[in-house]
């Protein structure tokens, strides 16, 4: 990973990459192919509890993260955070574009 900024225009819109993203975990949920962390979280023997105390744990590493003012790590960390909340949304069934409407409405 390099220090100097991206250029935006260079960059996946960042609709596109979230719905790439949620289409790979849609897909994960459905096929549940061997040896995929997404198939580990949709499949734990804890259920939702899981991915919940997984989403917990990203949070506070991103609020550590931020304290610090780590940006490398605040961004990996933001990252975890955004993945394992995109899961949590499949899992509850809500598709991406009502938390792309939602965001859009308070804009």
């Known amino acids: 990973m390099t220090d100097e900024p991206r250029n935006r225009d260079e960059s996946p819109g960042s609709d ?15 096929e549940l192919p ?3 962390y997404t198939t580990e979280l949709f499949t734990h023997e804890k259920g939702e509890n899981y991915v919940l105390e997984k989403l917990g744990e990203e949070t506070t590493e ?3 993260a931020a304290k ?3 940006g490398a790590e605040l961004a990996a960390e933001s ?6 909340l995109l899961v949590l949304l499949s899992m509850q069934e809500l598709d991406l574009d009502e938390l792309l409407d939602e965001l ?4």
């Open 68 to 70: 610090d003012g780590d």
């Open 104 to 107: 859009a409405a308070r804009r």
């Open 16 to 30: 596109d990459l979230l719905r790439e993203l949620f289409d790979v975990i849609e897909s994960r949920k459905a």
């Open 62 to 64: 991103t609020i550590l």
């Open 79 to 84: 990252a975890d955070l955004v993945y394992h």
């Open 34 to 36: 061997d040896g995929s």
